[in-house]
């Protein structure tokens, strides 16, 4: 089995690390083949609550698509494969019932940009550097990077980004609003995980149905999003964990969810 991509668990959370340190975690064919089957294998798993994201060594969360394997891809249909995968890796990740968190340990550029942006919540160490520098190399974000992050920060800022193709530093990212917040690079997983374990106390029920509230709500008119809200609202009350975390609060102790 391929070691491109590592698994660990720490109680209800997997911990997924793209492990290609000599490109800087680059992801060609083989390695997204082999996260799409670390992700598949921890979706399917009833006891992991939460995934999160993070890069191998010190200096990489994922430099981007692997350049040279892109540049020997000459020819639509071998392009297509590569563009194929990565767009239905990183779509099963955005669509995922269970909250995903990137902790960014280092560059993520292009491809590693795009794939933060398909992922729910976003930590950046202090030395994390992320950006859509496609456009140096003649190209465009590709990996849904153009049309995610443009949902995500305001158009002239995804512009500025995308037109120069420069890095900008964590603190930056944080105040457009492309990732949540900037911890010191040496406590980056430990308070990535202490936020973890904070969803995973809550009711996966609740999180997916909200997540499916959110994702389907993004590309819907208001009025509508409103009424799918309140219909799945209204699902929500019906369910134990609702009535649990209700009385929860009433006896004045912590509620303990089950998924049903
Ligand atoms: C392949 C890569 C790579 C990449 C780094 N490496 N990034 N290999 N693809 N994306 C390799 C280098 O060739 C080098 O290999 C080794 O990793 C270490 O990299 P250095 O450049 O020596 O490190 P450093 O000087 O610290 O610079 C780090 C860096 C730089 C700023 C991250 O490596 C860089 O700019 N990388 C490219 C980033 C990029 O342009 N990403 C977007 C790719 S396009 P050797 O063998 O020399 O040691 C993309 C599109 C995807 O993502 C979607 C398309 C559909």
């Not at 249909?77 to 995903?100: G, L, Q, S, W």
């Not at 305001?154 to 995308?162: G, T, V, Y």
């Not at 499916?212 to 709500?217: K, Q, S």
């Not at 309140?230 to 369910?239: E, G, H």
């Amino acid at each position: 089995m391929s070691d491109a991509v590592l698994t660990e668990r720490r109680g209800a959370i997997a911990v997924l690390t793209i492990n290609r340190p000599k490109t800087l975690n680059a992801l060609d064919v083989p390695t997204l083949g082999a996260l799409d089957a670390a992700f598949a294998a921890v979706e399917a798993d009833p006891s992991v609550r939460v995934i999160v994201f993070t890069g191998a060594g010190d200096k990489s969360f994922v430099a981007g698509g692997d350049i040279a394997d892109m540049n020997k891809r000459q020819g639509l249909a071998h392009y297509v494969e590569f563009a194929e995968v990565i767009h239905r890796v990183f779509r099963r990740i955005e669509t995922c019932d269970k909250p995903t968190i990137a902790a960014v340990n280092g560059w993520a550029l292009g491809g590693g940009t795009e794939l933060m942006l398909s992922i729910d919540v976003r930590f950046l160490a202090d030395t994390a550097r992320v950006g859509l520098p496609e456009i140096k190399l003649g190209l465009f974000p590709g990996a849904g990077g153009t049309q995610r992050i443009l949902r995500q920060v305001p158009l002239c800022r995804a512009k500025e980004l995308m037109f120069a193709g420069e890095h900008i530093d964590a603190a930056t990212a944080v105040s457009i609003g492309l990732a949540n917040r900037v911890v010191p690079k040496d406590k980056l997983m430990a308070e990535t995980l202490a936020y973890a374990e904070s969803v995973a106390e809550k009711s996966p029920l609740i999180l997916k149905l909200m997540k499916r509230v959110l994702l389907a709500g993004a590309e819907m008119p208001l009025a509508a999003a409103l009424q799918h809200e309140q219909a799945m609202a209204s699902l929500v009350f019906d369910t134990k964990d609702a009535h649990e975390g209700c009385t929860a609060f009433v006896e004045k102790r912590k509620a303990s969810f089950t998924g049903t």
